[in-house]
């Protein structure tokens, strides 16, 4: 009597362990499917040693200064504002243009980028993502006047 026992708890157990599996695998393959579907970097041009690209000129209607204003972030009074007219890298990296001090931010976060005449935020593959209104970013986003960007507990308003 313990047999047959036996044997229904090891399929039981082997059927919960291919389900967990097959679980696993479909979320995986959802995951991947949002960044491909975000799109592939457009290839950029081989650089040539010793040349320095120029930044592209700004162009801007109105003569709009974009900038970044703190709202909450550690290490920074809120009001303080980043001048991001040239784009900008956010991140817990020394070498980010706007550095976050906060335990949810990568190294490279996410960075603010001049499209056409408007600026956009993108993420930059983080762990625990970029949120734009309350809502997590899939692609790059335009940035509106007064949008806050929220990377953890630290939070930018736009301003131009």
């Known amino acids: 009597m313990d ?4 044997v229904a708890l090891k399929f039981g157990f082997l059927a919960v362990l291919y389900l ?13 499917s949002r960044y491909e579907s975000a799109g592939a970097p457009a290839a950029q041009p081989a650089e040539v040693p010793g040349l320095r690209r120029k930044p592209a000129p700004t162009q801007f209607a109105g003569g709009v ?24 890298t956010m991140g817990r990296s020394d070498d980010a243009d706007i550095h976050i001090d906060d335990p949810f931010a990568s190294s490279a976060h996410a960075r603010i ?11 930059m593959a983080s762990t625990n993502g970029t949120y734009l209104n309350g809502r997590q970013l899939k692609t790059a986003e335009r940035l509106k006047m007064a949008d806050v960007i929220r990377i953890g507990d630290t939070e ?3 301003r131009e």
Not at 3 to 6: F, I, K, V
Not at 113 to 123: N, P, S, T
């Open 65 to 88: 200064d974009p900038t970044l204003e703190v709202v909450a972030a550690m290490g920074f009074e809120p009001g303080t504002t980043f001048a991001i007219r040239e784009g900008a």
């Open 113 to 123: 980028f001049l499209r056409g005449e408007y600026m956009y935020v993108e993420d």
């Open 20 to 32: 967990f599996l097959l679980w696993v695998a479909r979320s995986s393959m959802r995951d991947l």
């Open 156 to 158: 930018y308003r736009y």
């Open 3 to 6: 047999e047959p026992l036996a």
